[in-house]
């Protein structure tokens, strides 16, 4: 998937992010998400929580209490809801830093059952391995990005305009299976 940034400097870059954990989601599909262990799914400023106690239900609510690490007050986020048809407590604790590690507590009322655990939010800071300067001035040209020429983990692309140019982007994406009715266009002018 290739996804438009903004980053701080005011440069717009196409990096390619799985918005999902590959991992995460194969971490909730395992034997591992049936257990009493909860599960943290991160993305840059949001930690989603799935904890299948063995006494969880409809009836006893999950209280949710997180920090930074290292740091010494916690706060209280919304309570987990409860899907009785997976057995499962899900939500989300919104509002977070990104490329922050958190400590999360969680426990069910009317017990003793709780659980704490650490987690981190994505980080902002992309490594870039490659940056290619696209061409000055309107182009009817379509610029082609294959998936795998968008970069990995340890370094993405950044498709930018030229240096010492004013900052005016405009792109049609389109994924390969779309019509031409599903493309996307955009426009910055900075």
């Known amino acids: ?8 400097d005011g440069v717009y870059s196409v990096v390619s ?7 995460g989601m194969a971490m909730l599909c395992s034997d591992s998400a049936a257990s009493s262990d909860p ?5 840059f400023n949001c930690l989603g929580i799935y904890w299948s106690p063995a006494d969880g239900s409809a009836d ?7 920090r930074a690490v290292g740091s010494d007050g916690w706060h ?4 987990l809801w409860f899907d009785a048809h997976d057995g499962q407590y899900r939500g989300s604790i919104v509002n977070l830093k990104a490329g922050a590690a958190y400590e999360i ?13 650490t987690s981190a939010t ?20 379509t610029l082609d990005i294959p998936e ?3 970069g990995s983990a340890e370094g993405y692309v950044l498709y930018t305009y030229p240096p010492g140019v004013a900052r005016r982007l405009t792109f049609r994406a389109s994924m390969t299976t779309a019509s031409p009715s599903e493309d996307r266009i955009s426009s910055y002018v900075g």
Do not use: K
């Open 148 to 150: 795998d020429a968008s």
């Open 76 to 79: 209280e986020a919304l309570p």
């Open 122 to 141: 994505w980080s902002e800071d992309f490594p870039i391995a490659r940056t290619v300067h696209l061409s000055d001035g309107v182009s009817a040209e």
């Open 1 to 8: 998937m290739i996804q438009v940034y903004f980053s701080r």
């Open 60 to 66: 006893r609510a999950c209280q949710v209490n997180y």
């Open 105 to 117: 507590q969680l426990g069910l009322d009317g017990t003793d059952i709780t659980q704490t655990f």
């Open 17 to 23: 992010v799985l918005l999902i954990s590959l991992l």
């Open 39 to 43: 599960i943290a799914i991160p993305t």
